[in-house]
Nanobody, 124 residues
Framework: QVQLVESGGGLVQAGGSLRLSCASS????????MGWFRQAPGKEREFVAA??????YYADSVKGRFTISRDNAKNTIYLQMNSLKLEDTAIYYC???????????????????WGQGTQVTVSS
């Protein structure tokens, strides 16, 4: 079993920045993909960003503003969010794929473990 714990959410003004963290209870070196998803009120959960060895992937809505990174020594991934917009308001979830073959990084079903989520609220 893997436990994921997110932190770093909060209230920020539009145009501001936040950095989310997600700590895994197991070595991230053995995870195939780690990703971030978000769910805004009344909307479906959507893909935000993912990271694999040597590659990062982003939703079009955050490309150029968000950066995903990982620190394997700390078993932690990060989501640096800059130039935040009102529409970025959501609960952000960390997810981990511990499969042994490639699965679509943008699909929720590709991930085996999920964190509890952290709220990000962007105000005007």
């Amino acid at each position: 079993q893997v436990q994921l714990v997110e932190s770093g959410g909060g209230l920020v003004q539009a145009g501001g920045s936040l950095r989310l963290s997600c700590a895994s209870s197991r070595s991230t070196l053995t995870s195939y993909t780690m990703g971030w998803f978000r769910q805004a009120p009344g909307k479906e959960r959507e893909f935000v960003a993912a990271i694999r060895v040597g590659s990062t992937y982003y939703a079009d809505s955050v490309k150029g503003r968000f950066t995903i990174s990982r620190d394997n020594a700390k078993n932690t991934i990060y989501l640096q969010m800059n130039s935040l917009k009102l529409e970025d308001t959501a609960i952000y979830y960390c997810a981990e794929d511990r499969g042994i073959y490639s699965r679509p990084y943008y699909l929720q079903g590709s991930y085996d473990y999920w964190g509890q989520g952290t709220q990000v609220t962007v105000s005007s």
